[in-house]
Structure formats: C-alpha cells, structure tokens
C-alpha cells in the first residue's frame, strides 16, 4: 500500500511538474535586477532617510527592505558611475575626475578596457540589460551605453540638461546629447518632463521583455534632483510654503526624525549650519520667499521622481516579476553647494523659477540642508559629500531592517553577479580584468549581519580620505588631515588628529599605498 501511495504521488508531483512550466521557470532562474540611481541627492532628502518630501514609494521599498545607515558613493557623478558599473575604484575604471581626459590611464576620462560593465557580465548569463537616463562615463564610442552590454538604451552623455528640452544650459559650446540606442536624439517636446521620460523608456523596455524566459538587468539613472531645478507647476505648489522656516529649523526637524528613525545614534551631534549662510532671520520676507521657492521645485523633482520609480513597481508587479527582482536605491553624491547663477559659464535664465526659462540650482544654503546631518557637500570627501542612502528590496530574500555595514558603490557589482551565479572573470574581451576591490553585500543584506571591519579610500580633485574600521582620515585640497572616530562621530564634529598623530600616520600610509596603486595624481599638477 505504502508503494502505491508513494507512485501516485510521485506521479502527480511530475504531472503538476509538466503543466506549470512558467512557475518552475520562474523560481529557477537568476533574479532580475533593477538599480537605481539619484543625481545630487542628499543623505536626508528622502522620508525613510528623515526628509518632510513625500517618497511614498522608496519609504515602501525602505519598510519592506533593508535601509544600511553607512553606504558611501564617491563624490561626485562621473566617479561614482563608474564605481557603480564597473565596480572599480573610479580610478581604476579610468575616471578618477570627469569625462575631459587629463593625460593619466586614471584620469583618461572614460571607462578603461581594463573593466567590464554589470550589464557586460551579466549578458553572459542571458540577461536582458536595459539603461535609463544620464550614462556619463565617457564620450568616446567605446564607453557608450550600448557598447558596453546594454540592449536598450535611453542615455544622456552630458552632466545635466533642462528638464523641458534639449537647449544648452552652458554657453561654452556643449550640446545636450541623448541617445536612442546609441542615435543622436533630440528632446525638443516640451510636453514630457525629462524625469518621466527616464521612467517611460525604462517602463516600456520592461513590457518588451515580459514574455522572455531570461532575467533582466535595469539601470534608471534619473537626473533628478541635479540642477537645474525645474519642476512640473502642479508638483511645485505642494510644497511652496513649507520651508518658510529656513535651513537651520529643517536640519534640525530632519535630524530628529533620523534619531528617531534610528538612522542617526542619539548620542551624535549634527554639524555646524554652513558658514555661509545667513541667519534666517536676518532675511527680508521677499528673501524668504524666494528661498522657499527654490527648495519648494527641488523637493518637487523628488517627489516626482519617487512617483516614477512607483511607477517601476507596479509594471514590475503587472508583468509578474516583482517577487523576483532586486531593487537596489543609491545616490550618486551628496548635495550640492553650487550656485548656478554665479557660474560665468551656465546660462543665464531668469523666467518663472522651475520652469523651463529659469535656470537657478538651490544653493549651498540648501545642499547644507539635503546632507543633514554632515557637512560640506558634493565634491567634497567629508560625510556630507560620500554618504548615500541606501535602500534593498527583494521580497521574501531581503527582510525589514537597518543596518551599519560600512559599504560602497564598488560593492554593487560584486552583489549583482553573486545574486546571479556569474563568476567575475580574469579577462574580457581579449582584456585582463582589473580585480575586484569590493565584495558582495548579499549576506549582509538577507540576514541583516556584519561583516569584518572595511577600509575604503577616496580621491576627487585633491579632496582625500579613508575610512579604516571606526577611523576615518579626512582632508580638503590644500588642508591638513582632519581624524574622526565615527563611531562615536559620525558627524565629524571632533578632530581628533593632534590627539593621535600614530593613527594619523598610520591611516596616511594605507591611504598613500592605494592611491599609488590606483593612478592618482596630485590634483594641482593635472588640472
């Protein structure tokens, strides 16, 4: 009896088997993998990372998944691209500074034959791999999107472009250029916000490849918020009026909600207000007004774009492949400090503030405000221009929590082809590989542990750093080091260099090392 009960159900096990191949399929192949990527985002612009802008859809991802509180980008866009793609430091990927080539293999200024792409690599295991928005590693052909493993590709080569159409925003004779699956395009239609345009063009790639049996890679790589800030009327009026209060009442509304969050230790101090802003009680009620403005269209452009990215979601859902998919959201740097109408070479537009006739950035005022609770900005190796938010979303894999795990862009790539069965290869494309410096996040990310202490370096335009366990060792151009414990500083509030001159020598020797390793080149004898 027993053998006859177990024949029936071995043979209802392989007729169920035969009749559902889609569903067997679907668990056994690799997972899909979506990354996203913001433009001049600050630590604290989004609702899970302590903002008042309304991200409804990555506080989703963020509550389902897994937020780290100590993930590090590298600087500054171009660099951080890199990194992503590759994940090489941007030195070793051939983009140390931005895309003008300044004479060294680690400042060639676009991506070295030496690196391989996630989207290369991954098409080696089937992948379908599709590109959505600003590329900006390179302008030679061989640095282009759809010579560098991806199938679809809707790309912009430059550092940013009006969200309305594709008018010049610099007056020294750079084109906005987009690319069409590797076509020169043009956006002269007015009528489609460029941050729905990316959402669009990444929506409709996933439809064409709904039906296949392969997996798929989606990088979307908004523009949003870089400036120029310009946002949809609709959008801007939901938040005109709320930052009538001024920068140092937000920093400090948004540093409680971190605490409370559990983002930020109770114990750590936020950083000094930026030196040059005013007190905001200093300014006239016009002065407010136009300051609100300014910081009312930029949280637009993030609400917007949060609004694409649940637009993501639900076609990931409708095709039926949102329980196998990883989401993974990161920023490119932190905010920026730059002031748009004082920079000789933008141009000068002084129309409706957000739209398509004015072109204006947010100031330093408040790039302070985006990267609470650190300082200085974008560009800069200090918190304020290295720390990300990081959010990872991957249903039944990746369960709701936070973590401190010490991790960068460079990781990215290793976690992908960990998560896809696909070994980083010692050469490609008839190319030795440069190895890999960073490691796969997966266990952190599904058993929300840590891993041994990390050392990770930076280098942009003279600014330096390197953070070796607790120790980070931190200097602007022409400056000393600066020593901070970010355990218990987090907010580099306390230098701590003239109290251990050892650690400081000792940190500047592991920093020296690598950045003889990786190319780089004393910034005042490049530039």
């Excluded at 000792?506 to 950045?515: S, T």
């Amino acid at each position: 009896m027993y053998q006859i009960l177990r024949f029936r159900f071995l043979y209802i096990t392989f007729t169920l088997a035969s009749i559902v191949p889609a569903h067997a399929q679907l668990h056994k192949r690799s997972p899909n993998i979506v990354f996203i990527l913001a433009d001049d985002l600050g630590f604290s612009d989004l609702g899970c990372f302590g903002s008042e802008i309304k991200t409804p859809n990555l506080d989703r991802l963020a509550g389902e998944g897994i937020r780290l509180t100590s993930f590090y980008d590298s600087g500054r866009c171009c660099p951080s691209r890199a990194a992503l793609l590759t994940g090489l430091y941007p030195h070793q990927a051939g983009i140390g500074d931005m895309v003008q080539d300044k004479g060294t293999p680690a400042y060639q200024g676009f991506l070295s034959e030496n690196s391989a792409t996630i989207a290369q690599l991954l098409k080696t295991k089937g992948y379908h791999t599709i590109v959505s928005g600003k590329w900006h590693v390179g302008l030679v052909p061989s640095a282009l999107a759809h010579n560098r493993g991806f199938d679809k590709s809707f790309t912009m080569l430059n550092n940013g472009s009006s969200y309305f159409n594709s008018e010049p925003i610099y007056n020294d004779g750079r084109k906005v250029t987009f690319l069409l699956n590797g076509q020169k395009m043009e956006r002269q239609d007015t009528s489609r916000y460029l941050t729905q345009a990316i959402t669009d063009f990444a929506v409709k790639s996933l439809d064409e490849v709904k039906n296949s049996e392969h997996p798929f890679f989606l990088y979307v790589t908004y523009t949003a918020p870089h400036w120029p800030i310009q946002a949809l009327p609709e959008d801007i009026a939901k938040y005109k009026g709320k930052y009538l209060k001024g920068w140092d009442a937000l920093r400090k509304a948004r540093f409680a909600k971190q605490k409370q969050l559990g983002i930020m230790d109770k114990n750590w101090q936020l950083s000094p207000r930026f030196s040059g802003a005013k007190d905001w009680e200093e300014l006239t009620a016009s002065e407010r007004e136009m300051w609100d403005t300014r910081m009312a269209i930029y949280a637009a452009m993030i609400d917007r774009m949060d609004r694409g990215i649940g637009d993501i979601l639900t076609k990931l859902k409708d095709i039926q492949q949102d329980k196998n998919t990883l989401v993974v959201f990161v920023s490119d740097n932190g905010g920026s400090a730059d002031r748009a109408k004082d920079l000789p070479d933008v141009v000068q537009k002084n129309g409706t503030p957000g739209s398509a006739a004015s072109i204006d950035s947010y100031y330093p005022e408040w790039g302070n405000a985006s990267n609470t609770p650190f300082s200085l900005f974008k560009r800069n190796t200090h918190e304020g221009g290295i720390a990300s938010p990081f959010i990872a979303w991957f249903p039944g894999q990746i369960h709701a929590g936070k973590s401190a795990q010490v991790a960068h862009l460079i990781d990215l790539l290793p976690t992908c082809l960990d998560w896809a069965g696909v070994t980083y290869p010692q050469e490609f494309l008839g190319k030795k590989l440069t190895p890999l410096p960073g490691k796969s996040l997966r266990t952190t990310l599904t058993s929300n542990t840590q891993t041994s202490p990390r050392t990770l370096f930076w280098e942009h335009e003279g600014s330096r750093a390197v953070r070796s366990g607790d120790w980070k060792l931190v200097a602007e151009i022409h400056q000393p080091w600066e020593l901070y414990n970010l355990k218990s500083d987090r907010t580099e509030t306390q230098n701590l260099a003239s109290k251990y001159p050892e650690k400081v020598k000792a940190l500047e020797k592991e920093y020296l090392d690598w950045a003889k390793k990786v190319g780089v080149v004393d910034w005042d004898l490049i530039k």
